[in-house]
């Protein structure tokens, strides 16, 4: 491609991108077909054998991708955990990938090197974490928690686990509340170390960790000559924002001598909000913590970050120096090699759309965004309690769950119980498929809730008063394709003091 057809093609795509930008609260927020449609769009076409003119490509890519995506940017995406991605990092990108530096060494990424350090360092500031400390940027939230594992496998097992593995003659312990998000099960298998290692610590009422508990099993484990090794908490769980009480954690970890991980993926960016509580605010107590840039502080997929309080842990674990990699200079000033603190080799210029990001608008900004979002996540737990037919749940961080209840029901028997839960696991399928809004869901004790999780920047106070009509009119639809009227409605048990509809 020769300049000048990059910069016409660039300049055509970006005007396209803004277009689409400009359109974003009018289209569907999810496309609604089935994986049979979509493939069938894309079409079964062999490897081309021959190229084709990169205008006329970029143009027919940009209509597949602008008809069958699910847009997470879109002011109603409020699915999963998913931040809607700043436009700034759509240009940090074109940046960084056109002058393409490798972060995993300093001779080849000279300045963009030192902006990943100054990034990392920012967001510890930002969520408090003292400074300095070691970290980097890596894919997401599952891989920051398995950097942040990983060194605290090492920093408890000493160097010559490295060459010998696991010890043997004892069992390892790691420990974690039972809403911990399902990287640990990864991390602890995929090291060799076998699920039945975690000791699934019991959760209070709002699902965060019993600190009593956990004490107790380290002192079973201990007495039992087991080998306690790593604690994970969580600031902010995936299902209802729960932040484990991170200082009482803290302090059992530090009087028993063992590695605090604190999966703050989600919740994390929360602890630089001036409210924020002092169980959050404990995540500077830990000896790492995962962050997630691609959720809170709005960047594009992929962005996760893991900061650990002793930077020189993470070489420890991660760095080995083969004959064909340069000297890394014993002087005054050694270059940071991103290749020594982290399982990559070759790393991508993703430091560029995150640092730009906390520049355009600094930590003001972000408290600002991050603040809303749980303020409208409130207000969207409020409105579900004020409407006859939601039953409010959770309130947690930028998440708020609830759930449909048809006005005829009266909620609590098993019969009943089973049927809401089957409405609102066919009405989430509904609502994504509608394009009218994205919601999730989370399972909460034997309940089945609709669960909405705002980090969008985009999303007003409007679309989230219109929440409640979409949600009780698809639910009356599915309510009505799973109960057709006339047949076993009847003989639902009624909701007492409410006037059921004639059915
Ligand atoms: C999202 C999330 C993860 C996983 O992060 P990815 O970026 O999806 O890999 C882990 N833990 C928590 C608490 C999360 O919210």
């Not at 016409?8 to 569907?28: K, Q, T």
């Not at 490509?57 to 991708?65: C, G």
């Not at 579900?384 to 309130?395: I, M, Q, R, V, Y």
Request: net charge neutral.
């Amino acid at each position: 491609m020769s300049p000048e057809a990059f910069r016409e093609a660039g300049h055509r795509l970006i005007d396209r991108m803004a277009d689409f930008l400009a359109s974003l609260p009018e289209r569907p927020v999810a496309p609604g077909r089935s994986p049979a449609e979509v493939r069938a769009a894309l079409g079964s076409g062999t490897l081309p054998a021959r190229g084709t003119e990169a205008g006329p490509l970029l143009d027919e890519t940009a209509d597949l991708l602008l008809e069958h995506s699910t847009f997470s940017g879109h002011p109603r995406f409020w699915g999963y955990i998913l931040g809607s991605a700043s436009p700034m990092g759509t240009l940090a990108d074109i940046l960084a990938t056109t002058i393409n530096p490798n972060l995993g060494g300093w001779m080849l990424s000279p300045i963009a090197t030192e902006i990943e350090v100054q990034t990392v360092r920012w967001i510890a500031e930002f969520l408090g974490y003292p400074t300095p400390c070691g970290g980097l940027l890596c894919s997401g939230g599952n891989m920051a928690n398995f950097i942040g594992f990983w060194a605290g496998r090492r920093a408890m097992l000493g160097e010559r686990f490295r060459r010998e593995g696991m010890p043997r003659d004892r069992e390892p312990r790691v420990y974690a509340s039972r809403e911990t998000h399902t990287w640990i099960q990864k991390a602890v298998d995929l090291s060799g170390m076998g699920t039945n290692t975690i000791r699934w610590i019991p959760g209070d009422d709002d699902m965060r960790m019993k600190a009593e508990a956990l004490r107790e099993q380290i002192e079973r484990d201990t007495a039992a000559g087991d080998l306690p090794l790593v604690v994970v908490a969580t600031a902010g769980t995936v299902s209802t924002g729960a932040v484990d009480p991170l200082p009482a954690l803290a302090g059992i970890c530090r009087e028993f001598g063992l590695w605090l991980h604190v999966d703050g993926a989600y919740g994390g960016p929360a602890a630089a909000l001036p409210g924020a509580s002092a169980d959050l605010k404990g995540l500077a107590l830990a000896d790492s913590v995962a962050v997630d840039p691609h959720k809170w502080l709005y960047n594009a997929v992929e962005a996760g970050c893991i900061l650990v309080r002793d930077p020189e842990v993470l070489r420890n674990t991660f760095s080995y120096t083969p004959s064909y990699y340069p000297e890394r200079n014993i002087g005054e000033d050694p270059p940071v090699m991103f290749y020594e603190y982290g399982p990559q080799n070759s790393r991508s210029f993703r430091a560029l759309k995150v640092w730009l990001g906390l520049r355009q608008a600094g930590r003001e900004g972000y408290a600002r965004m991050i603040a809303q979002d749980i303020a409208l996540a409130r207000l969207a737990y409020e409105l579900a309690g004020a409407d006859p037919e939601l039953e409010a749940g959770t309130h947690g961080l930028s998440i708020a769950t609830f759930r449909y209840v048809p006005r005829d029901l009266e909620p609590g028997s098993p019969a009943v119980e089973d049927y809401l839960n089957r409405l609102n696991r066919e009405l989430v399928d509904r609502i994504q498929k509608s394009g009218e809004a994205f919601l999730s869901n989370a399972v909460i004790g034997e309940r089945f809730l609709l669960r909405m999780c705002i980090v969008n920047f985009r999303t007003t106070e409007d679309d989230v008063r219109a929440l409640p009509g979409i949600v009780t009119r698809l639910g009356r639809e599915a309510d009505a394709a799973l109960r057709p009227p006339g047949r076993s409605r009847r003989r639902e048990p009624r909701r007492g003091g409410r006037s059921a509809p004639a059915g």
